[in-house]
Every structure is written in C-alpha cells, then in structure tokens.
C-alpha cells in the first residue's frame, strides 16, 4: 500500500511572465503586469487590499536590480533570476503578513517548500518563456508588417 503526500509547492506564474518580460526588454510593461496581477490577486482573494500589489511590485524592483548580473539571454540566467525572485518572494511574504498585522510565523518545513516551489519554478521557467515566445511570434509578424520592422 502506497501513501501519497500532498506538497504545497507553487508555480509563480507572475514572476516567472515578469522575468520573461523583463528578458525581452519590456520593463515598463512588467512593471505594469506585476501591479496589475497584485491588484486583481488583491481584488479577488478576499484578503488584505494591497499586500499582494505591494509584495509583486517588490518582487518585480528586485527582478530589475538582480536581471543585470545575469545572462538573461541563456536559459540558465533565466532559470537562476526565477529562482532567487521566487524564493525572495516566499521570503519578503512573511515579514510583509507581520505589516499587515497578519500573524504568520516560518517553520522549516515552510523553508523547504519554498525553495522547492522557487525550483520548480525556475525548472517550468523556460517552457513557459518558449510558450510566451510561441504565442506572440504572429503579433511580432502582424506588426512588422503592418509598421515595417523596428
């Protein structure tokens, strides 16, 4: 008889869309999407308004800070930037929750997921960045032939 185990483990889509918009030369634009995806994710939790806008619009100033030491250019800079965004995040939400008067204290287990979900999401990282390119190859195509090339 097997026992399964149910892990929390997290795939950070917003930093992982983020980081891939900050590869691609968008700051402006990720700036954007990390305030509006913490404003909708505040919205529609149903908890504290502004704890998830402020913690992505943190999150995205580290990724601009940390994107400049690493080659965004190779997969291994892209998985290492999702990496540490992801695990800076799990690790800025707690003291954060304390901000807002949310009690939320850190176990060791709590650590060890969090690095596992900022692995996995620096591992799913360039499927979904190869997904993102895929999906807006026609619009680079529409606009190219619509405004000529840049």
Not at 50 to 78: E, K
Not at 93 to 119: E, G, K
């Amino acid at each position: 008889m097997s026992c399964l185990v149910s892990v929390p483990v997290d795939i950070e889509v917003v930093v992982i869309i983020s980081v891939y918009l900050i590869a691609m030369g968008s700051e402006t634009g990720a700036g954007i999407f990390a305030l509006g995806q913490g404003l909708l994710t505040d919205i529609f939790s149903g908890g504290v308004w502004g704890f998830h806008a402020i913690l992505y619009m943190i999150i995205f100033l580290f990724i601009r800070v940390l994107a400049r030491p690493f080659d965004l250019s190779s997969a291994f800079g892209r998985i290492a930037l999702v990496f540490f965004s992801v695990l800076v995040k799990e690790l800025i939400s707690a003291p954060l929750l304390h901000l807002f008067s949310l009690n939320s204290n850190i176990s060791s287990y709590d650590l060890l997921m969090y690095v596992i979900s900022a692995l996995f999401s620096g591992l799913i990282a360039p499927l979904i960045f190869y997904l993102l390119k895929s999906i807006g190859r026609p619009f680079h195509k529409m606009k190219e032939e619509y405004m000529g090339p840049v």
